[in-house]
């Protein structure tokens, strides 16, 4: 208490004095009166009319030991507001909360009361955000957290192990008590207080089935079974578990069906998530429209951009570009396009070349001219009555056998689909495409495939009237070397005959012993 505390006039105090102490004697129903035109202080509680005792109050002694009785008061509720906020620096936070200021001159113990109750309010408005926080979430492993709509919104980090403890005791109790029974044996019982529990034992499996029941997947709402003791009887969990699994099943179906939707429309989820990286890459400038959608693969028109690698060598990307994928998400496809493309384009047998490959899409060059693709030799009108179509058609055929010449004896490869729907005919030229398929000699079925390629190319331009087309028996010979004698089924016959000679040829070759021989020195050993 300072000097000029005590130096204050009686009439000063009445003004000044915030807090008028009432001993519980005084509170008699008599003594306390409420009156409404005496409300002229700041404080929005009632004022209280100070008691008779009080009023008169005005020695010297008696202001003194009112002072220290109110200083004693203050002190107190400082502890208890320290014990309330567990603050360990009540000087400092009490009044930053609170906004009490420590100067007891300057306040009212009602607004200080009033202070509290409104704490104490926000502490209980808060926690019941917290369990409607703890509710939606369950045992979910995405939350959502309410804090923002906290009045003091806590700390995640600081008090997170008590949220897991909250979380155990009042959400999911059965997995705690599940968890808390001894683990089960082999031999399908345990020893519980003297007591042989058996796997049957019908609170534990039904605790089990509803751990169990939390684990259905995402889509299917379990509740969040409470505070309670949850148990599942075998019949509600199996039917649960049925209805869980039909669902399941029912919605990927529903996927299924989107994802074909789309595929069969134009390009599925992930090619157009690989087309927007291509884009973004800048590999590719624009993708336009689809050019072919066939059975087996989407063809699609697009504008190249520039390809640079680690290296920063900028790799030239024609101006216009096809990307080809496979309907069946199969990288394979692709990979032997862009393999076999590559062997072609080293021979210089007019083929489109490979920009680049991503995953299951190959991007390679547009065969045609400003967006419009060139025919296949299908499409082409050579008429019969018309020299210069005529010579265009010869030349074409002549091209052709070059190429699957080329294609056999420098590349080692066979096309396998090779006719007049897989050869663009561009600028007078005819331009060999979709060898995905495309096989090597040595494949078991290689030589059937090109007797079958053979048998294509040489129907097709004796079918248009191009002169001189030989057979494609003759053709057949002239590539592979393989004469064959007779005629239809005879000739297929000899193919394969001579695919199993090559097959036995090449294993006597390797010199590797019989298999069973193998396998049974292996097994000796
Ligand atoms: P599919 O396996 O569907 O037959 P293709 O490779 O034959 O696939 O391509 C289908 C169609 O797409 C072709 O008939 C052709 O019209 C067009 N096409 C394919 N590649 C190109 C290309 N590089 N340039 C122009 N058009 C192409
Ligand atoms: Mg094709």
New binding site residues.
Partial sequence: MNSKDIKMSSEELEVVEPRPRVSLNDLSPASVEFDSSKSATNCPWANVVQPALQQNATTLNDIMSEQLAGDLQFEEEREFLKELLKSEDPDVKISELMDVPTNSDDCSSDQVIAQMLQMQFNREYDDQIKRVEQKFNGSSKVSVSLSNYMVSPVDDDSDSDEEINYNQKSWDSFEAYQKSFPAMSKAGYVRVNNEVVTKHDMTMSGRRNACRVMEFPPGISTGDGASFDMQLSNKVFNTLKVYSKAEEGRRTRVHDKIDKSTSEMAIDAKTRLLLYKLVNNNILDKVYGI?????????L?ASGGSLSDETEVVTEIPAEC?V?N?RKIIHLWAEKEMHNLNRMNKVGIPC?SVVVLKKHMLV?????KDGQ????LKEVKFSQDSEEDMQLLQSAYNQVIESMHKLYKQCSLIHG?LSE??I?WHENKC?F??V?QSVEPCHPHGLEFLYRDCTNVCNYFAKKGAKDVITPESLFFDISGFKLDGSGAEILNQVRDYEKNLELLTFAKTEKPYPFEYCWEKSQK
Avoid at 364 to 368: D, E, L, Q
Avoid at 373 to 376: D, F, G, Q
Wanted: no cysteine; charged share 15%; aromatic share 12%.
């Fill in positions: 050019i072919s959608t066939g059975k087996e693969a989407v063809v028109y096809v080809k496979p489109p390679m060059s547009f065969i045609g693709a060139a025919p296949m689909d729907y897989n663009l331009y495409i979709d995905s």
